[in-house]
């Protein structure tokens, strides 16, 4: 009988101790995405991982749209596993094909992207510097 009580205790602190650290050690990570083509153009996005889709979203200029994640570690899929990444493909009227860039990749944007905003420009993206304050970290399509 003591034994299975102390065996309860310990499932109990185990899971207080994977809730707390569930909660409290892993912060959720957001990701906004402006409009800056310029003139009137509209953006057409659409971001997924490999294993979630975000949807096709459409941006008049100077429009954002965000979407946020809490990357988890102990899961084996590509939205909640340490190698997170998130890819965008670009649109817009009069561009010819598709354009496509990396908007969140663990190893790159884990350390200072918490609140990842990016830009989106006919160059390509560019992501928000805290550092700078600017977004000067452009990505070419």
């Not at 949807?55 to 899961?75: D, N, Q």
């Not at 200072?112 to 304050?133: A, D, L, R």
Request: hydrophobic share 35%; aromatic share 18%; with cysteine.
């Amino acid at each position: 009988m003591v034994s299975f009580i102390g065996n309860g205790m310990l499932l109990m602190l185990l899971l207080l101790l994977a809730t707390t650290t569930y909660t409290w050690g892993i912060s959720k990570r957001h990701v906004r995405i402006t409009n800056e083509l310029g003139g009137d153009l509209t953006l057409t996005v659409h971001c997924k991982s490999k294993d979630d889709d975000i949807g096709v979203k459409v941006l008049p200029p100077h429009a954002s749209f965000e979407f946020s994640f809490r990357p988890l570690y102990v899961f084996k899929t590509q939205f909640y596993c340490r190698n997170t990444e998130f890819f965008c493909s670009f649109r817009w009227p009069g561009l010819d094909g598709i354009r496509w860039a990396d908007i969140y990749n663990y190893y790159r944007d884990d350390y200072c992207c918490s609140q990842c905003q990016w830009v989106v420009y006919k160059g390509g993206p560019c992501m928000y510097n805290f550092q700078t304050q600017l977004f000067d970290k452009c990505f070419n399509f």
